[in-house]
């Protein structure tokens, strides 16, 4: 019985972090803040739903399982979220006007370096 309690609140809150990363990717402004709190909320809403589920079977077998899952998931959703948005960069995908790109200068000088360096050769 409080399996049960515990493992519908954690399968909850993980579905309304899924939820408000869902409200997120519609609301926000920008392309590169849809991107992290899409990777953010998501991988905390499967984390959370997860370890709902290991609750509910409770059986060693089904929580090794969960955390190979979790672990390859840790691993993976940052830096895909990385990678796309570092294309995103390249490719010069727009910024939202109120963005600082005080920091992002300095990145584009090099990348415009290494493009020469790239074509000499």
Do not use: C
């Amino acid at each position: 019985m409080i399996n049960d309690l515990f493992s519908a609140a954690f399968m909850l809150a993980g579905s309304l972090f899924m939820l408000i990363a869902s409200m997120g990717m519609v609301k926000f402004p920008d392309f590169y803040i849809r991107n992290s709190a899409s990777t953010k909320a998501v991988v905390l809403g499967v984390l959370l739903i997860l370890l709902g589920v290991g609750i509910h079977y409770n059986d060693t077998m089904i929580f090794v399982e969960i955390f190979a899952i979790l672990l390859f998931i840790f691993l993976i959703a940052p830096l895909a979220a990385h990678i796309v948005s570092r294309a995103a960069v390249i490719t010069e995908v727009g910024f939202w006007e109120k963005t600082d790109l005080k920091e992002l200068e300095g990145y584009k000088k090099e990348q415009d370096k290494e493009a020469k360096v790239t074509k000499v050769e």
